[in-house]
């Protein structure tokens, strides 16, 4: 039986109406990180994330897309640096270019951090639209850094290790990949993702068992039917985002690029690390509208954190909604903003902060939202949680 239904049902309504009763985000303050047009000459900035690093800076990355707007042209990966809290940020750095304007260029990408190692990893794709130039076939690369983000190391071809990786027209994210905190499978990283050419849309995942040395494909969703370009009511699913649920369950997002059955969420599950996504555990989530595009996804103290343009139709109205069952039902929202938003990213700054870095006004910038929770400060609804997941077999 799905093992997230088992969860709705055993919640306790008395800690959930505490915690309810606390809770009440407002946007705390906010500011403009990139320009589109304005800054270093960049045509459009896009596919924002956001992390915070085990010594609590918060990092914003984002793809400077140079002299087209499309998903195939030249790009480079910006970052620019808090070491406040989302206050103040550092000017921006340039990452990985990748050179001259070449027909189809970088895509960011996922971003994980391996706690265990002390390192930030970033993934991106390369000519995902397989638009290359001879020299320059598609590929999967990764840069680290072990130092936090002030240095990083030079991409690596995912491709060269791993016949796997070769010539797949496969893009990670766009968002934040995670490490897996409980088992099965503790310490891996995974990276969720999908194929660039939509006649063979797959929703992949790979993983790492040694820090990011290697890489393996995993979990799958393959779009129906295969082969050839998909068509409204089709089952096209992409851009996964992900998180560990206190039981090892990975919960996953995903974008319902055709609308099959409704123009909604998508979720799925995995119980053994990464490896399957089970089909008879698909469930479509009428709450979550969305038009489609991107969204992010976020466990914050046993809270699960949602941001997508919530709209049938139209990449509008940033919304944050949050869920004291694991997206099993919505508790409340917070209409960030009202006007033309798109891609988004979700992040944890303390107990009582999230962060949000999100496109809006038809790409015209990339915004940055520090989200308080609590009026008065951080109530420890944590205990509560905790209770409640062991009630529900969940740690």
């Not at 992390?51 to 998903?71: E, M, N, Y």
């Not at 993934?123 to 990083?152: E, H, K, N, Q």
């Not at 905190?181 to 990283?189: I, N, V």
């Not at 990276?191 to 393996?216: P, Q, R």
Request: aromatic share 10%; hydrophobic share 35%.
């Amino acid at each position: 039986m799905y093992k997230l239904h088992i969860i709705h049902c055993l919640i306790s309504c008395s800690v959930i109406s505490f915690i309810s009763a606390t809770i009440n985000p407002v946007i705390y303050e906010e500011q403009i990180l990139w320009v589109s047009g304005q800054q270093a000459e960049i045509k459009e900035y896009r596919t924002p994330i956001l992390i915070r690093t085990p010594p609590g800076d918060i990092l914003a990355f984002a793809a400077g897309r140079k002299v087209s707007g499309g998903d195939a042209s030249a790009k480079m990966i910006t970052m620019r640096r808090s070491t406040d809290g989302g206050s103040n940020f550092h000017t921006t750095e340039v990452i990985v270019d990748d050179g001259d304007a070449t027909p189809d260029g970088l895509n960011l990408g996922n971003i994980i951090i391996d706690k265990e190692k002390g390192s930030i990893i970033i993934l991106y794709c390369f000519c995902v639209r397989d638009r290359c130039i001879p020299s320059r076939p598609a590929s999967t690369f990764m840069t680290r850094s072990f130092d936090w983000g002030y240095s990083w190391t030079p991409p690596v071809d995912l491709g060269v290790k791993s016949k796997d990786f070769e010539g797949w027209h496969w893009c990670p994210g766009p968002g934040y990949g995670i490490q897996k905190m409980h088992a099965p499978k503790k310490g891996r990283l995974i990276a969720c993702g999908h194929s660039g050419v939509f006649a063979t849309m797959i929703m992949t995942c790979i993983y790492s068992d040694d820090h990011g040395d290697t890489w393996h494909k995993g979990a799958h969703a393959v779009g129906l039917p295969y082969g050839v370009d998909k068509k409204t009511g089709d089952f096209s699913p992409g851009e996964p985002q992900m998180i560990e649920l206190p039981n090892g369950t990975l919960l996953c997002s995903v974008r319902n690029e055709k609308h099959y059955h409704c123009k909604c969420r998508m979720w799925f599950t995995s119980t053994d690390g990464g490896h399957t996504f089970p089909i008879e555990q698909l469930r479509m989530d009428a709450t979550l509208v969305d038009p489609p595009c991107q969204g992010s996804l976020l466990l914050h103290n046993n809270i699960t954190f949602f941001s997508n343009p919530a709209s049938e139709s139209q990449r509008v109205n940033m919304t944050l909604r949050w869920s004291f069952d694991y997206g099993m039902t919505w508790s409340g929202f917070l209409n960030v903003y009202s006007k033309g938003s798109e891609y988004s990213c979700l992040t944890s700054i303390d107990d009582n902060h999230l962060g949000l870095l999100y496109e809006r006004d038809g790409y015209k910038e990339i915004s940055f939202a520090k989200i308080r929770l609590y009026a008065d400060g951080y109530r420890s609804s944590k205990k509560a949680l905790q209770y409640n997941s062991k009630k529900v077999g969940l740690t």
